[in-house]
């Protein structure tokens, strides 16, 4: 069974911030994503990354695939209260269903 | 706003009760997904549904089921409720997949249905 681990698993920071996000498992994957759910509702698609080594970047956001794909890290250039939500890895099961982390849950105080 | 709509968006019921949790997909969207989402557990995979066909099965209670209908829209039934129950039930859909096989696509998901059982 292939295992997601988030960290950390909670993180509360001061507006303009910086801040780093992981994604860590002991497996090999084709891709993986990044999901953000917002309070009160469903989790929404960030990005997708396929390539080891990718980065992608998404405005403040900066994604990185590592280069054995095993692993993948957000980093936030100083955050903003926008930013508070709960961020989500997620692979795709062997059934080809979509998997997800626990998350990292995230809040930026103004 | 995603396209899928969840109803009802929240139920309050007993121990030993029967719930019904309706999902309509984006239109054109084949695949639809239920997940459970505890504070404990997080986004849970339970179902996966394609075209009117069971797709894949994650962590799904007996007493739980579901089913896709012809013009797609999707009910999870909840029978026999228990405390544990108690949680944020996620529908999500998507289309365009390789006989409902995911390959990197996205996931739209609906609002959720919070369900609590006392």
Redesign the interface.
């Known amino acids: 069974t292939q295992l997601l681990e988030q960290s950390p698993q909670f993180l509360s920071i001061q507006e303009g911030e910086n801040l780093t996000v992981y994604c860590n498992s002991s497996s090999v994957f084709s891709s993986l994503q990044w999901y953000r759910q917002e309070p009160g509702e469903g989790p929404v698609l960030l990005v997708t990354v396929v390539t080891g080594g990718e980065v992608k970047k998404l405005k403040r956001l900066t994604f990185q695939f590592g280069d054995a794909r095993k692993d993948s890290s957000l980093h936030i250039t100083a955050a903003q209260p926008g930013d508070t939500g709960l961020y989500l890895c997620v692979y795709g099961g062997s059934q080809g269903n979509l998997i997800f982390g626990k998350g990292t849950k995230l809040s930026v105080k103004p | 706003d ?1 396209g ?1 709509t969840q109803t009802p968006k929240h139920l309050i019921t007993a121990t030993g009760q029967r719930v019904t949790l309706r999902c309509s997909p984006r239109s054109g969207d084949l695949s639809v ?1 239920w ?1 459970q989402q505890s504070l404990d ?3 849970q ?1 339970l179902i ?1 549904y394609y075209n009117g066909e069971e ?4 962590n799904i209670l007996e007493r739980f089921s579901a089913q896709q209908f012809p013009d797609l829209h999707s009910e999870l039934n909840l029978s026999s409720l228990e405390l544990g129950d108690s949680a944020l039930y ?1 529908c ?1 859909s998507s289309g365009g ?1 390789a006989g ?5 696509g ?2 739209f ?4 249905s919070r369900l609590t059982v006392l």
């Open positions: 995603s899928v997904y997940y557990q997080g986004l995979f996966q797709r894949a099965k994650g996620f999500a997949l409902g096989r995911w390959v990197s996205e996931l998901f609906g609002e959720g």
